[in-house]
């Protein structure tokens, strides 16, 4: 394992707050992006980065925030609009986000909504 | 807009019998087809993967084909064992950073 971690690994919100989870990475990779995973689907693009300090809306970003002023770091911000959070958060990255090539997930952040 | 469907659902097989899962996608200017093994609670990591340029490739026990044609990716498992037991995800990728993923196979192996 290594290489791309997230944190905290179980989070816990009360409706209203935001949350942010952490997403880093030390595989010198330019892409990192972020997926939503439901029970019983596929893994939903939310945001993505090709490149620091660039950043593009995935498929289902509403609700959702993100930041990359570090190679290493992207994190996700889970805002209070963000109407059913509760959901398994995985953060990949990529050596570039150019071409086709292999992502490597961290080990995912579980978000309960309370 | 791009989809990927992928099936079965579910799958049982018995311990040394061949699994097999497929995937058909809708971008014709899909070029890269990753597979994806996920345990329990754990990330997903990537098994074998295969270019628009190959039919086929193959790696210890599992292989997987490629149908550009009828855009039609397959997964092998042969000889299971129990440890396959997991989630299985396909995706398609068409030259840019966008995969396109699949809902999944769960896959039993029964000893």
Known sequence: DGGITQSPKYLFRKEGQNVTLSCEQNLNHDAMYWYRQDPGQGLRLIYYSQIVNDFQKGDIAEGYSVSREKKESFPLTVTSAQKNPTAFYLCASSISGFGSNEQFFGPGTRLTVL | GENVEQHPSTLSVQEGDSAVIKCTYSDSASNYFPWYKQELGKRPQLIIDIRSNVGEKKD????????????????????????DSAVYFCAASGGTYKYIFGTGTRLKVLA
Request: aromatic share 4%; charged share 20%.
């Open chain 2, 60 to 83: 210890q026990r599992i292989a997987v084909t490629l149908n550009k044609t009828a855009k039609h990716f397959s997964l092998h498992i042969t000889e299971t064992q129990p440890e």
